[in-house]
């Protein structure tokens, strides 16, 4: 093998801080020097006690207070979200109570102790002043770790800022990376990457949500219609995030081709069957064969009837009379047979199967039955209800009673019940039977037996 097949693993330079025993010596002294001045300094004991004592004095006003202030809030007729975020917002009386002290500690320490160093109980002052803004800002974050680990970075940078440290931070964290040939990717490059695909990613999150309320108020739209347009903006969104987040990043996407196509080829292989249900939700949409609010039946899915509830990127979510949930992969509506009770017309015919015995009219059975039929709560006047004598049965004129109703996924079975009693009770107003299943037996009555005449047989006599 050629010399210029193999890789340019000098254009790839790991670059770490110079770390050696005379700088180890050299940070060692001069920190444990600090340290004494520090221990031996009473104008550095004086604002760090201050800084204690506020400590412990805003957490006990927050042991005691907390729990009145929680049962205040509960007693508010006030919605949810602002029910958690005024709960949430208590713990900040730690802070709040501490933030409070030191303001005041500031006022009156140096007419005590004019040498002391005010700027420790100021610094501790501006980071507990960070942090409870950055906390009340936070709150408009419903995931809690998500709030939490915002509300942290934010106050570590706030902190990093406040004690001037910042730019000596970006350096340390610059230091450390790798160049791929003109491209450097280091800590702070990473650091950027995270926060700037967040911020994309929740701004997506906020513009997805605004959009989807939108479409749903839009009642010129068929509800296939929202449901497509909801999920080509959902996706459009996150593609355009992740390029703007990638160019935030500095990220040069030409040194990273050959990965990114390996990567490519690694995640379509891995996610086939997400692109499969993906493209066959669009598919449903595009053709308008299952809709939201249709009653359909799988066969091959547990024979699982109901209406459709939601149509999503991956599977659809039905919902059963007992209100149990399906959540079916999309895949399955396109390769399997469904039945669509409501595709071009949510009317459906019921059938009612009964009998009645051979001594009643059944001109007058076929126009009672009718008329019950008519009188049911859910049986729609067009098409009108017909009855039907479909067979003479061992012991029962049978007849079919068909009826239409327009909202199948009320159930089925209930209109069926609600039938058969008015049946039951116009058949009884009017002296017509129902017969119980019977059968005729015919006993045929032997011929008399001939008895023959048998003559009795001599005993013998014994022998002489």
């Given at each position: ?145 998500i709030r939490q680990s915002v509300a942290m970075f934010c106050w ?309």
């Amino acid at each position: 093998m050629s010399n210029d097949n193999k890789p340019a693993l000098d254009d790839i330079n790991l670059d770490l801080p110079e770390i050696s025993l005379e700088n180890t010596k050299e940070l060692a002294t001069s920190f444990y020097g600090n340290i004494q001045n520090i221990l031996y300094d009473i104008n550095y004991w004086i604002p760090l006690l201050i800084i204690f004592f506020a400590l412990v004095l805003g957490s006990l006003v927050r042991t005691f207070i907390r729990p009145t202030l929680m049962s205040v809030i509960d007693r508010l007729n006030i919605s949810y979200r602002i029910n958690r975020m005024l709960k949430n917002s208590t713990k900040l009386l730690f802070p709040l109570v501490a933030l409070i002290i030191l303001g005041l500690s500031q006022i009156i320490t140096p007419s005590f102790f004019p040498d002391v160093k005010i700027i420790i109980l100021a610094a501790a002052s501006k980071l507990l002043f960070a942090w409870i803004i950055i906390r009340l800002l936070a709150q408009i974050i419903q995931n809690n770790f998500i709030r939490q680990s915002v509300a942290m970075f934010c106050w570590i940078v706030a902190a990093l800022s406040i004690l001037g440290v910042m730019p000596e931070t970006t350096m340390a964290l610059n230091a450390v990376g790798m160049d791929f040939g003109e491209y450097r990717f280091s800590l702070l490059t990473l650091v950027k990457i995270i926060v700037a695909f967040f911020i994309l990613w929740t701004l997506t999150r906020i513009l997805a949500s605004s959009a989807e309320r939108s479409l749903q108020r839009a009642t010129d739209l068929t509800p296939s219609a929202r449901v497509l347009l909801i999920k080509i903006i959902k996706v459009s969104l996150v593609g355009l995030a992740i390029l703007i987040g990638v160019t935030m990043s500095g990220i040069d996407l030409s040194a990273l081709a050959i990965f990114g196509g390996a990567l490519g080829l690694g995640i379509g292989f891995g996610l086939q069957k997400v692109i499969s249900n993906l493209f066959s939700g669009m598919l449903l949409l595009i053709d308008k064969s299952i809709k939201p609010g249709d009653v359909i039946e799988m066969r091959d899915n547990n024979g699982a009837f109901g209406w459709v509830n939601q149509l999503g990127a991956r599977y659809v979510s039905i919902i059963t009379r007992d209100n149990k949930e399906y959540l079916i992969p999309n895949e399955d509506f396109i390769t399997q047979p469904v039945i669509n009770w409501s595709f071009t017309d949510k009317k459906i015919r019921v059938e009612t199967k009964f009998g009645v015995d051979y001594a009643s009219d059944p001109h007058q059975v076929r126009q009672i039955a009718i008329e019950v039929a008519a009188k049911a709560k859910r049986v729609v006047e067009e098409p009108k209800p017909v009855c039907h004598l479909v067979e003479f049965g061992d012991s029962s004129l049978n007849f079919v009673l068909r009826y239409w109703i327009e909202d199948a996924e009320n159930g089925v079975t209930n209109t069926k019940g609600e039938i058969m009693l008015g049946l039951w009770d116009a058949f009884k107003a009017a002296g017509i039977e129902i017969p119980f299943p019977h059968r005729v037996l015919i006993e045929k009555t032997p011929s008399p037996a001939k008895v023959s005449k048998s003559k009795t047989p001599r005993p013998k006599q014994p022998k002489a």
